[in-house]
T-cell receptor, first 114, second 111 residues
Framework: NAGVTQTPKFRVLKTGQSMTLLCAQD?????MYWYRQDPGMGLRLIHY???????AKGEVPDGYNVSRLKKQNFLLGLESAAPSQTSVYFC?????????????FGPGTRLTVL | RKEVEQDPGPFNVPEGATVAFNCTYS??????FFWYRQDCRKEPKLLMS?????NEDGRFTAQLNRASQYISLLIRDSKLSDSATYLC????????????WGAGTKLIIKP
């Protein structure tokens, strides 16, 4: 099993450009998440999904959109990138049920917006 | 006040020593608690869940103090490979699948 994979691993954008980050998991997990991690701060939830076809906003959703058309994929879109979106983006997934279920993370995407 | 607070460190500890760090949380209704480990420029990985009665996994011991709203992590006989950032995580109020992440405590084990 590959677990959780993310593409691309690195990207440099100019202000105003758009891009899509792809997350894929092969563990048949229902829940998927997109986080951003900035220096000196904890992971912050951007959007999440509790199942195929459903998405919801996290704590920092502005400037991002998501889609979960297939259970195994969760896409994060930046329509018009801004320098404030320079960050490391992590995707995670977990199975349903129980309070102590582990979130499994992808290796991250390092995004720089100039 | 941050919902989950940790001492950022770094904690510089000689190999073989015991080290402990705490994390405080603000939501008294939190039910799920975790320690994750994150190596430099890598993704977080679950180290251990924290149960009400406390729990141990090899050299690692986690404790929960609900009255004072903190959790702790104790590492005995520290190894060079324990060098990492340790992230304290609790569930968001009213949700068992959304988590709130501390900024992490950096641990450096010196030979």
């Amino acid at each position: 099993n590959a677990g959780v994979t993310q593409t691309p691993k690195f990207r440099v954008l100019k202000t105003g450009q758009s891009m899509t980050l792809l997350c894929a998991q092969d563990m048949n997990h229902e829940y998927m998440y997109w986080y951003r991690q900035d220096p000196g701060m904890g992971l912050r939830l951007i959007h999440y999904s509790v199942g195929e076809g459903t998405t919801a906003k996290g704590e920092v959703p502005d400037g991002y959109n998501v889609s979960r058309l297939k259970k195994q994929n969760f896409l994060l879109g930046l329509e018009s990138a801004a320098p404030s979106q320079t960050s490391v983006y992590f995707c995670a997934s977990r199975r349903t049920g129980g309070d102590y279920n582990e979130q499994f993370f992808g290796p991250g995407t390092r995004l720089t917006v100039l | 006040r941050k919902e989950v607070e940790q001492d950022p460190g770094p904690f510089n500890v000689p190999e073989g020593a015991t080290v402990a760090f705490n994390c405080t949380y603000s939501n008294s209704a939190s039910q799920s608690f975790f320690w994750y480990r994150q190596d430099c420029r890598k993704e977080p990985k679950l180290l251990m869940s924290v149960y009400s009665s406390g729990n141990e996994d090899g050299r690692f011991t986690a404790q929960l103090n609900r009255a004072s709203q903190y959790i702790s992590l104790l590492i005995r006989d520290s190894k060079l490979s324990d060098s990492a950032t340790y992230l304290c995580v609790v569930n968001r109020r009213g949700s068992n699948y959304q988590l709130i992440w501390g900024a992490g405590t950096k641990l450096i084990i010196k030979p």
